[in-house]
């Protein structure tokens, strides 16, 4: 078997070390029919993601077959690599388990324990064959001792109602319980919206503790599966986790990270387009109207509808927030433009939620920014 590097930094020399092992995939490809698996592609380092790309770009003649696993939103800032894989390979979705497959899964939690062909039956039909939800339901068995660890064996339940399992949102909301306090309150402000992986850098800026600190807070969330590690940082292990911590974050409190996290941005990354329309999102959520719409401008707001790139694609669910604050803080039609635009053309390009929502406002808006009224009143004299 061969192992990609996963997670790791990459270190001096290990990019000659990824090249050798390229070699040796292709040799072997080129001699044998070769089947390379990959689960969370976007989780492994941006030097791996690159030799997989490479692997799958290669012209000369290869017997290799290359699986990976990838959600269908990639969030913000995907890799190049990254990118190409996914336009180059053919996506496949995955299919919910049968009832077999339940019962072969839980049969690697539980063994042979008796009641398992009914306990499988019963999952299988809350679960909808969801592999994920399959797993936390094992897990609250296990936590609400419905479901023993006894003198080397389970004990599972001679019947279950599947009424009373929980949907896999509220078996994810439920790992927020066994959160400390103070634990709790720092995964809240870090569910402000933000754009891609939570760094450690940003999250001691969010929560203005030092970095031996956060660390350890790290290490609880992740333990608790609140956050997960990606390749560049952390991220929330649902949206669904991050929403409902997000309702628990004060108003006040998250007006105030918003403005901390626009000033932290704006300081470190200027020269960055994209920085400086972060940092002015950011500030539009603080409420701050004039500093918002000029860093914005800096970033060449006008032009950033024809600028779908992935930096901005993973932006949207910030500028469609930042639109609707600067409708609540009274902004003209030129501060409203170029935002509208942006959420209008990524709902043709990235989800259709966002032309629906957005199109025909982004027609009116730009009707008034460039005067269409006059090319009617002059239409008459001027001709068509």
Same mark, same amino acid.
Not at 121 to 143: D, F, K, T, W
Not at 335 to 343: D, M
């Given at each position: ?203 001691? +800026? ?158 009116? +808006? ?14 008459? +004299?001027?001709?068509?």
């Amino acid at each position: 078997g061969y192992f990609l590097p996963c997670r790791q930094p990459c270190r001096p020399g290990q990019s000659a070390a990824l090249e050798d092992f390229r070699q040796v995939l292709l040799d072997i490809a080129r001699e044998h029919t070769l089947a390379v698996f990959v689960d969370d592609l976007h989780r492994i380092d941006p030097p791996s993601q690159a030799l997989l790309a490479s692997l799958v770009l290669e012209k000369a003649p290869a017997k290799l077959l290359l699986v990976v696993t990838l959600p269908r939103e990639l969030g913000a800032d995907p890799s190049p690599a990254l990118r190409s894989l996914r336009q180059a390979a053919l996506p496949m979705e995955l299919c919910p388990l049968a009832a077999s497959d339940v019962h072969a899964l839980l049969h690697s939690v539980f063994g042979n324990a008796s009641y398992l062909d009914r306990l499988a039956q019963r999952v299988h039909q809350a679960s909808a064959g969801n592999p994920a939800h399959c797993l936390e339901i094992a897990e609250h068995l296990a936590r609400s001792g419905a479901a023993r660890y006894s003198e080397g064996g389970w004990e599972l339940p001679a019947d279950l109602d599947p009424n009373s399992l929980p949907t896999l949102r509220e078996a994810q909301i439920a790992r927020l319980t066994r959160l400390s306090a103070a634990t709790r309150a720092f995964a809240c402000e870090l569910s402000v919206p933000h754009w891609g992986a939570l760094t450690l850098e940003h999250c001691c +800026v969010l929560s203005e503790r030092n970095e031996h600190s956060v660390r350890t807070t790290l290490e609880e969330l992740c333990k608790a599966k609140v956050l997960s590690e990606v390749a560049n940082g952390y991220a929330f292990a649902s949206d669904d986790l991050r929403k409902e911590l997000h309702r628990e974050l004060d108003p006040q409190r998250a007006t105030y990270l918003h403005a901390r996290l626009g000033r932290w941005i704006a300081q470190r990354g200027t020269h960055h387009p994209h920085f400086n329309t972060l940092a002015g999102l950011h500030l539009l959520h603080a409420g701050q109207l004039q500093p918002g719409l000029e860093l914005l401008s800096r970033a060449s707001a006008p032009h950033l509808a024809s600028d779908l790139s992935a930096e901005i694609r993973g932006l949207l669910p910030m500028f469609e927030a930042g639109y609707v604050q600067l409708k609540k803080l009274g902004a003209n039609d030129d501060a409203l433009a170029s935002t509208v635009s942006v959420l209008a053309l990524g709902g043709y390009l990235v989800n259709w939620r966002y032309g629906s929502r957005y199109g025909d406002e982004a027609l009116e +808006v730009n009707a008034r920014v460039l005067r269409l009224d006059l090319c009617e009143r002059w239409r008459g +004299v001027l001709g068509g």
